[in-house]
């Protein structure tokens, strides 16, 4: 039987060791000297397109000077690499979830995105505000407030790139109010530039769109050139990484039938500019009062 090509773990892997090689101030070319490695082959293992064995990693982590819990954790990754799926659990709310590393990883390697959120604005497009706003209401800390706000301004970049993104956004999700009405407003304002984008696709599903598989979760698909599609699968304090296909196709199936029953992307901005608008008024109409 031939070896199973790298998948969802070979890219979370080579991401976080990308990290600690970053950490240690150690370059491609020194770390892969003092490991005795192929400098291609450390690239490779970085960028989730080779298979690597526990002991290798060992090796690595020694070079990287990492030690403790971190250690650990990856060392268990290094293990189960032929297990399929995994939890990346978000342990604490003071720092960024583990995830969200190797979620901006997989969205640098992407060249198409889909995102279908039916009830909150997805991170890709959320304004500053409106995600300090979100994520006080949480009860997340100030410290994880601003660290999460920093996080999904500097993802947000790969909407200035070629990538292809597509956010099916649920009617709930606009019309949801999120901080004041000035915030909210400010938010579809956002929306209606992002979608003015040439590589970026905002689409509502509407409310009366009758039922579907998509009412039942929040999910985000990445495709690759030479890699097999993700699908994160976002929880209350956890998120699921999924790559084999028995568990990713459903979701693929959900995003033909979001397609169907959403509004165009004409349609789309017309109703964001109308609740926009709405909201504005409402938002002077307060100050005046």
Known sequence: MPPKPPGVKAKALGAWLRVCREEAGLSL??????????????????????????????????????????????MALARTMDEPGWWGRSEGVEGLPKESVTLAEYEGMAT???????????????????????????????????????????????????VRYVAYLGESALRAR????????????????????????????????????????????????????????ELLRSSIFMDEQRQTEPYFDTVTRLAEVAMSEAESARLITHLQVRLTEHGEARSLG
């Open 29 to 74: 070319r020194e770390a892969s000297e003092a490991a005795d490695w192929d400098k291609s082959t450390l690239s490779r293992l970085e960028t989730g397109k080779r298979n690597v064995s526990a002991d290798e990693i060992a090796q690595l982590l020694g070079v990287f000077r990492v030690r403790g819990q971190v250690k650990k954790e990856i």
């Open 112 to 162: 198409r995105i889909t995102n279908w959120a039916p009830l909150l604005i997805p991170g890709l497009l959320q304004t500053s505000d409106y995600t300090r706003a979100w994520l006080r209401g949480t009860g997340t800390s100030p410290v994880g407030i601003e660290s999460r706000v920093a996080m999904r301004a500097k993802r947000q970049q790969i909407l200035r790139t070629s």
């Open 178 to 233: 999120v901080g004041d009405a000035a915030t909210s407003a400010r938010q579809l304002a956002a929306l209606r530039e992002a979608g003015s984008l040439g590589t970026v696709s905002i689409r509502v599903v509407p409310g009366n769109a009758g039922p579907h598989a998509g009412q039942l979760v929040t999910f985000l698909t990445l495709e690759f050139p030479s890699a097999p599609p993700v699908v994160l699968v």
